[in-house]
């Protein structure tokens, strides 16, 4: 069977967002003063040939946390569809 793994990296909560924190500073400028906190991630589709959810979870996990995510740096979710 062929599954979709939606695997969504953020970076972790403690860790300073430069990203995200260049991006608050730019809706303020907008005026958009009512956010108070920007977080910037990336969403990584993989398309998996596997015989069980269960399988494709495995499968998409592993490659999240070899290659896809720093575990450092980052957490992930990942979602069969």
Avoid: C, Y
């Avoid at 793994?5 to 430069?18: R, Y």
């Avoid at 730019?26 to 108070?36: E, F, K, T, V």
């Amino acid at each position: 069977m062929i599954f979709i793994a939606q695997i969504k990296v953020m970076p972790l909560k403690d860790l300073l967002d430069p990203q995200g924190k260049a991006v608050l500073g730019g809706l303020h400028n907008l005026g958009l003063s009512g956010i108070s906190d920007v977080r910037i991630g990336k969403q990584i589709d993989l398309q998996i040939e596997a015989n069980s959810k269960e399988e494709a979870h495995q499968m998409a996990t592993d490659a999240a946390t070899k290659l896809l995510a720093n575990m450092v740096m980052e957490m992930f979710e990942v979602t069969i569809l």
